[in-house]
Structure formats: structure tokens, C-alpha cells
């Protein structure tokens, strides 16, 4: 895909009546941290963690409008 300048993309949107939308999406997990920890010379180390892994997603769209779409 070529890359345009948002003065381009603009351009592009008005002729053809479009509307420019911006996106963003984003993921957030609770893993427990089990890369690295610290014990006796000799003995490995127990971490204890939950078996449970929880995550959220989330993802945004904005435009210039001023109007509020319906979901």
C-alpha cells in the first residue's frame, strides 16, 4: 500500500464525499511474572501464581465529526 500525506488522503476524501477515521486498537494481560526471581544457592525457587489469565481488549475510532454514530 503506498503511503500518503494526510493533505493527500484529505484531498482524496473530499472529492469522493469519505470521511477520514482513525483507529487504534490495544491488549492488556495479567500474566504473572515468572521470568525471573531470587532463592537459596541450590534450591529453585516456588513462585506461587493464580492459573487464571485475564485480558482485556479495547479499540477506539475518531473522526472529525461531530456526530455520534450508533454502535
Do not use: C, Y
Not at 464525499?17 to 531470587?38: K, V
Not at 544457592?41 to 487464571?52: C, D, E, I, L, N
Amino acid at each position: 500500500m503506498a503511503q500518503r500525506s494526510l493533505a493527500t488522503s484529505k484531498k482524496h476524501a473530499k472529492i469522493k464525499g469519505a470521511e477520514i477515521f482513525w483507529l487504534d486498537e490495544a491488549s492488556i494481560r495479567s500474566n504473572d511474572p515468572l521470568q525471573r526471581t531470587w532463592g537459596a544457592k541450590g534450591q529453585t525457587p516456588r513462585v506461587k501464581t493464580r492459573s487464571q489469565r485475564q485480558s482485556i481488549n479495547a479499540i477506539l475510532v475518531l473522526s472529525k465529526q461531530t456526530d455520534v454514530l450508533p454502535v
